[in-house]
C-alpha cells in the first residue's frame, strides 16, 4: 500500500511537471540573445514597416530596442499590445532593464508610416533637496522614415533611433523611394518625408535615365518638398496648377506615381506610372486637419509625393498618407484602401513664390473641357516621376551590436 502511494504520488508530481513544461511561456526578452531574437520573432514573417531592431543614442552609448507586432502568437504577455506594437528594452539603460517595455504604439497612417502611443520618459522631483527619478508615460508620435524611427513629443522634442535590422533598401544602396511631378522646367513637387534625411536624390523620367536632384525648399509640418531638376526642360512637361480651394465633395479626382516598388516591378529602373481614380470624400484631413483633403483613391508605399489631379489634369493635392488599420491575432495589418489623405498644393505654391529663383508657374483656362482618363493618363507620363533617396550610412556601432550577448 505504501509503494502504491509512492507510485501514485509520483504519478501526479511528472503529470503536473510535464503539463508545466507544455504550457511554459516562451522565452522571455531579458533571456535572450540577438540573433535569437531575430530567428523567433523575425524570420518567416512578413514585417511592418516598424518592426525590427532599432538602436539610439543613450545617455552612456548606444541602445538596442527590439520592435514587434504585440499579437503575434506565443508572445510574453508582459508583451501582449493586440492592436498594435511595443518597444523592448534589449540593453539596460537608466531606470530600465534588459526586457522591459519602453514605449506601447499604434499605426494610425500609412504609407506615410506613422504611429502614436506612449513612451516610457524619465522624471525628476525632489525629496528633501535630494533629486529622484521616475518613469512617466509621455503620448508621442512615430514616424518611420526609410531606416529612421523618429520619435515626436511635446514635452521631449524629437530625436531619431536608426534601424539595424531588417534593412528597408529596395535596391543596393538606395533607402527608399516616392513619386514627384513637374510643376516648371525645373521643379518639381513631392512629400518632405519622401527626401527627409537623404544625403542623395534622383529622379527618373518615362525614358528610364534617371537625373540628380536638389531640395530646394521644404515644410516638415506640411510635409511638402520642392527638388530642383536641370537639363529636362525639353523633355519633360510641367502640369499646369490647379486650386484645392474649389472642390467639393463627390468630385471625382486621379492619383498617379509608383507604388509598391519591390512588390510591382523587379526594376525600379523599369517601373512603370500607376494610376488610380477616387472621389474627394471630405474637405479636412487626419484628425479634422484642414492642410489636406481625404480620398477615396487606394494608396501604398511609393505613391507618397505624387499628385492628385482633377478632371481637367489639373494637380490639386498631393498624396501622403492614408489611415492604418488594426492588427489582427496573426500579426497581420487590416489596412482601409478608401481612407487616405492629400496635402492640399497651395503650400507648394508658396514654396515656389518664396524661392529667389522663382519660375513661373502655368494655369489652364478656366473654360478648360475634361479630359478623357486615356488623354490624361498619356500626359501625365511627361510630368510624373519616380523619385529615389540614397541615405546617410549607419553609424559604425551598428556591427558591434551584433555581439551583444
Not at 500500500?1 to 510535464?18: D, G, H, W
Not at 523633355?235 to 510591382?264: D, E, H, W
Given at each position: 500500500?505504501?509503494?502504491?502511494?509512492?507510485?501514485?504520488?509520483?504519478?501526479?508530481?511528472?503529470?503536473?511537471?510535464?503539463q508545466g513544461v507544455l504550457a511554459?511561456?516562451?522565452?522571455?526578452?531579458?533571456?535572450?540573445?540577438?540573433?535569437?531574437?531575430?530567428?523567433?520573432?523575425?524570420?518567416?514573417?512578413?514585417?511592418?514597416?516598424?518592426?525590427?531592431?532599432?538602436?539610439?543614442?543613450?545617455?552612456?552609448?548606444?541602445?538596442?530596442?527590439?520592435?514587434?507586432?504585440?499579437?503575434?502568437?506565443?508572445?510574453?504577455?508582459?508583451?501582449?499590445?493586440?492592436?498594435?506594437?511595443?518597444?523592448?528594452?534589449?540593453?539596460p539603460e537608466s531606470l530600465w532593464?534588459?526586457?522591459?517595455?519602453?514605449?506601447?504604439?499604434?499605426?494610425?497612417?500609412?504609407?506615410?508610416?506613422?504611429?502614436?502611443?506612449?513612451?516610457?520618459?524619465?522624471?525628476?522631483?525632489?525629496?528633501?533637496?535630494?533629486?529622484?527619478?521616475?518613469?512617466?508615460?509621455?503620448?508621442?508620435?512615430?514616424?518611420?522614415?526609410?531606416?529612421?524611427?523618429?520619435?515626436?513629443?511635446?514635452?521631449?522634442?524629437?530625436?531619431?533611433?536608426?534601424?539595424?535590422?531588417?534593412?528597408?533598401?529596395?535596391?543596393?544602396?538606395?533607402?527608399?523611394?516616392?513619386?514627384?511631378?513637374?510643376v516648371s522646367p525645373n521643379l518639381?513637387?513631392?512629400?518632405?518625408?519622401?527626401?527627409?534625411?537623404?544625403?542623395?536624390?534622383?529622379?527618373?523620367?518615362?525614358?528610364?535615365?534617371?537625373?540628380?536632384?536638389?531640395?530646394?525648399?521644404?515644410?516638415?509640418?506640411?510635409?511638402?518638398?520642392?527638388?530642383?531638376?536641370?537639363?529636362?526642360?525639353?523633355?519633360?512637361?510641367?502640369?499646369?496648377?490647379?486650386?484645392?480651394?474649389?472642390?467639393?465633395?463627390?468630385?471625382?479626382?486621379?492619383?498617379?506615381?509608383?507604388?509598391?516598388?519591390?512588390?510591382?516591378?523587379?526594376?525600379?529602373?523599369?517601373?512603370?506610372?500607376?494610376?488610380?481614380?477616387?472621389?474627394?470624400?471630405?474637405?479636412?484631413?487626419?484628425?479634422?486637419?484642414?492642410?489636406?483633403?481625404?480620398?477615396?483613391?487606394?494608396?501604398?508605399?511609393?505613391?507618397?509625393?505624387?499628385?492628385?489631379?482633377?478632371?481637367?489634369?489639373?494637380?490639386?493635392?498631393?498624396?501622403?498618407?492614408?489611415?492604418?488599420?488594426?492588427?489582427?491575432?496573426?500579426?497581420?495589418?487590416?489596412?482601409?484602401?478608401?481612407?487616405?489623405?492629400?496635402?492640399?498644393?497651395?503650400?507648394?505654391?508658396?514654396?515656389?513664390?518664396?524661392?529667389?529663383?522663382?519660375?513661373?508657374?502655368?494655369?489652364?483656362?478656366?473654360?478648360?473641357?475634361?479630359?478623357?482618363?486615356?488623354?490624361?493618363?498619356?500626359?501625365?507620363?511627361?510630368?510624373?516621376?519616380?523619385?529615389?533617396?540614397?541615405?546617410?550610412?549607419?553609424?559604425?556601432?551598428?556591427?558591434?551590436?551584433?555581439?551583444?550577448?
Open positions: 500500500m505504501k509503494r502504491l502511494s509512492v507510485l501514485v504520488l509520483a504519478l501526479i508530481f511528472f503529470s503536473v511537471t510535464f511554459a511561456p516562451r522565452m522571455d526578452f531579458k533571456d535572450m540573445k540577438v540573433h535569437q531574437i531575430i530567428n523567433e520573432y523575425y524570420s518567416g514573417r512578413e514585417l511592418d514597416g516598424v518592426e525590427g531592431l532599432w538602436i539610439y543614442q543613450g545617455q552612456k552609448g548606444p541602445v538596442l530596442i527590439a520592435v514587434l507586432a504585440g499579437a503575434i502568437p506565443d508572445i510574453g504577455e508582459q508583451y501582449r499590445n493586440k492592436k498594435g506594437f511595443v518597444g523592448v528594452m534589449l540593453q532593464t534588459k526586457g522591459e517595455v519602453r514605449f506601447t504604439i499604434n499605426k494610425v497612417l500609412t504609407p506615410h508610416e506613422k504611429y502614436e502611443g506612449s513612451w516610457q520618459g524619465i522624471t525628476v522631483y525632489f525629496i528633501y533637496g535630494l533629486p529622484v527619478q521616475s518613469k512617466v508615460g509621455i503620448n508621442a508620435t512615430f514616424t518611420v522614415i526609410g531606416n529612421t524611427l523618429r520619435l515626436e513629443a511635446e514635452d521631449m522634442g524629437r530625436f531619431d533611433l536608426q534601424r539595424l535590422f531588417p534593412s528597408r533598401n529596395p535596391a543596393p544602396g538606395i533607402a527608399g523611394t516616392g513619386s514627384g511631378f513637374f518639381v513637387v513631392t512629400n518632405h518625408h519622401v527626401i527627409d534625411s537623404a544625403r542623395k536624390v534622383e529622379i527618373r523620367t518615362k525614358d528610364g535615365m534617371w537625373t540628380p536632384a536638389t531640395v530646394l525648399a521644404s515644410d516638415a509640418d506640411y510635409d511638402v518638398a520642392i527638388l530642383e531638376v536641370k537639363g529636362l526642360e525639353k523633355t519633360i512637361k510641367p502640369l499646369p496648377i490647379g486650386n484645392s480651394l474649389s472642390v467639393k465633395v463627390g468630385q471625382r479626382v486621379y492619383s498617379f506615381g509608383f507604388p509598391a516598388p519591390s512588390q510591382l516591378s523587379g526594376d525600379i529602373s523599369e517601373m512603370q506610372m500607376r494610376m488610380n481614380e477616387g472621389i474627394i470624400t471630405s474637405l479636412q484631413g487626419y484628425k479634422g486637419s484642414e492642410k489636406e483633403l481625404q480620398v477615396s483613391i487606394p494608396t501604398y508605399g511609393g505613391n507618397s509625393g505624387g499628385p492628385v489631379v482633377n478632371a481637367i489634369g489639373e494637380p490639386i493635392a498631393i498624396i501622403t498618407s492614408g489611415l492604418a488599420g488594426n492588427v489582427n491575432e496573426d500579426g497581420i495589418v487590416d489596412v482601409p484602401q478608401n481612407i487616405n489623405f492629400a496635402r492640399r498644393i497651395e503650400r507648394a505654391i508658396e514654396l515656389i513664390e518664396q524661392l529667389e529663383r522663382f519660375q513661373e508657374l502655368s494655369y489652364k483656362d478656366a473654360n478648360s473641357g475634361e479630359l478623357k482618363t486615356e488623354a490624361m493618363a498619356e500626359q501625365m507620363l511627361d510630368s510624373v516621376v519616380l523619385v529615389r533617396i540614397e541615405g546617410y550610412k549607419r553609424e559604425k556601432v551598428v556591427n558591434s551590436l551584433l555581439k551583444i550577448k
